[in-house]
């Protein structure tokens, strides 16, 4: 699993939060999935993140060494950060948070890391739970 950063998950989270009123707390890492639609993307999240003793059980196997890897998770809330921009797009102003924006930065990340770079993402994994999740970068 890669250990993005922390715009790519509590950051959605945070901004979905903020654009509903919430505001955005000082923890962002203390945030919970802000609704029950899409959930998946939040469950295995946890789900990876939980001590190797918490795990037993789990149908996903994760080891530490990514030369052991078989798939690489990307943890990006990829259905939330869809929402997200188009929530905030109601009034027809331009939104302080854009999806196809954020989606490049995260491929941007990607192409620069090492086990995207061996394979060309092809043995990477993402949850996307909406049909027009990384619609801006699912074809390249």
Do not use: C
């Amino acid at each position: 699993m890669y250990d993005l950063p922390i715009r790519f998950t509590y950051g959605v989270i945070a901004t979905r939060s903020a654009s509903e009123g919430g505001g955005t707390p000082e923890n962002l890492t203390s945030l919970s999935y802000p609704g029950h639609q899409h959930m998946g993307e939040w469950f295995l999240f946890l789900d990876m993140n939980r001590p190797e003793s918490d795990r037993i059980g789990s149908l996903v196997t994760q080891v530490m060494d990514p030369e052991e890897a078989e798939l690489f998770y990307v943890p990006f809330f990829s259905s939330l950060s869809q929402l997200v921009s188009t929530s905030q797009q109601g009034d027809g102003s331009e939104a302080a948070y854009s999806d196809k924006e954020t989606q490049e930065a995260l491929v941007e990340w990607l192409e620069g890391q090492k086990y995207w770079q061996r394979s060309g993402g092809r043995d990477h994994v993402f949850t996307a739970a909406d049909p027009k999740s990384l619609l801006h970068v699912w074809i390249r």
